[in-house]
């Protein structure tokens, strides 16, 4: 397993990030860059749910290298920020992360009510919601490997869809309908 960096706030300089900087050292200290294969277990304060993700040069490079970015590469930054950002602090009740494997436009398309559930079944671990809580999940367009960041702020009803390419939401209409879905669904359970 990766080592784990410390707790300090990153902050950015020049281009990069500190994160960044401080995740490229600890890959390229470990053997990942001479060909080894790493399996990154995640414990269920990240997603909620126990999860492991397998790591390989190849995957890194691809984050390194501002290439189309696979599952593996999204859940393990996801992962890494967390353990670096979060873990321990009341940020853990606050920012909520949603695992892009069980939502993706394949599900979506072939079982939407699953999906939803699933969604429901996440917004309802986070208890009584009285902290402004926000989801985040990564979603894959289907695009050739975009992906969208969908920001769920459950104590205002707002969704943001956040996409680096020009245009808005409708461009993911099966998202947005089984978001929308699950959100209407939770305020029915809570009420």
């Not at 950002?85 to 949603?98: A, P, Q």
């Not at 917004?123 to 969908?150: E, I, Q, R």
């Not at 205002?156 to 699950?182: E, F, H, I, Q």
């Amino acid at each position: 397993m990766l080592d784990k960096a410390s707790k300090e706030i990153p902050t950015t300089s020049g281009t990069k990030s500190q994160i960044m900087m401080r995740l490229e050292k600890m890959v390229e200290e470990s053997d990942i860059m001479h060909g080894a294969i790493r399996s990154v277990d995640m414990d269920e304060g990240v997603f909620r749910i126990a999860h492991s993700e397998l790591i390989a040069k190849e995957d890194m490079q691809q984050l390194f290298e501002h290439e189309e970015f696979d599952i593996a590469v999204i859940h393990t930054y996801i992962w890494y920020m967390y353990d670096t950002l979060m873990r321990g602090t009341e940020l853990c009740n606050r920012f909520n992360f949603i695992a892009a494997s069980r939502t993706n436009t394949t599900f979506i398309t072939k079982n939407p009510t699953s999906v939803m559930n699933e969604l429901v079944d996440r917004f309802m671990v986070a208890g009584d919601n009285t902290t402004p809580s926000l989801y985040f999940l990564p979603f894959n367009s289907g695009n050739g490997g975009h992906w969208v960041l969908v920001a769920m702020d459950l104590s205002r009803l707002m969704v943001y869809y956040l996409d680096s390419l020009p245009g808005n939401w409708s461009k993911y209409p099966s998202m947005k309908k089984t978001v929308d879905a699950a959100i209407l669904k939770f305020r029915s359970k809570k009420k």
